[in-house]
């Protein structure tokens, strides 16, 4: 892997940043991008990683990345974990502040960068026989509810663009994989959509048995990207087990039925 290069976004925190560190320790170079500089430069000290802060939601600030991954070397793969939710407003409540910063985040960034690092990609793949894009969606992209609506279709219209650049790339030996996964329980996810309220955010795991964690996540990802070069990995949907379905969660601990429960 020393001569395989992967850019994975939101790299300072959670998913992102676990990913950083599950690639370089399978021998990766590694281009954390993320807006908090501080967090990047922490990060990169302890992984080995490059770092280059960019708000991916500032079409100007992703055309500097562009560029700047351009002069730096090949690129051969994206990890698109950057994004997020706010708010768990109805639809006749909702803030479209909230609402424009979700789509911003999720759906516009997520075209900017594809956009962005096409060429790079194709010479990855021409060079050395294939790339990779990753997109961490969520199950909110395939569920509706209650209090959902902003991120349920900021998440699906990501979903949807991945699904499209899947059939626009065919016979090229370029992957997409869509990765969606259900409850994980991250510093910062809930926090950040819950306004950060603590307490509330903590209660949205309470009871629930191993829910998830951003290292579930990356393994997935870098089995993704690790896997055979010609097996594409469509979507890929992680839960927990406590969670049968985005409705259905299980609080307390899981244990075997009776025959007489």
Known sequence: MANRRAVVTGASSGIGATTVRALRSSGWDVVGVARREDRLSALAAETGASAIACDLTNPDAVDALIAELEKSGPVHALVQVAGGARGTDRVEDASIEDWQWMFDANVLATQRLVAGLLPSLRRAAAADGHADTIFVTSTAAQTAYAGGAGYNAAKAAEAMLVRVLRQELNGEPIRVVEVAPGMVHTEE?????????????????????????????????????????????????????????QHLLARGPLRVRSSID
Do not use: C, K, W
């Open 189 to 245: 996810f809930t926090l950040n959509r819950l306004g950060g309220d603590a307490v509330a955010a903590e209660a949205v795991y309470s009871g629930v048995e191993a829910p998830l964690l951003a290292d579930d996540v990356a393994d997935v990802i870098r089995y993704a990207l690790e896997s055979p070069g010609h097996v594409n990995l469509d979507l890929i949907t992680m839960r927990p087990v406590a969670q049968s379905a």
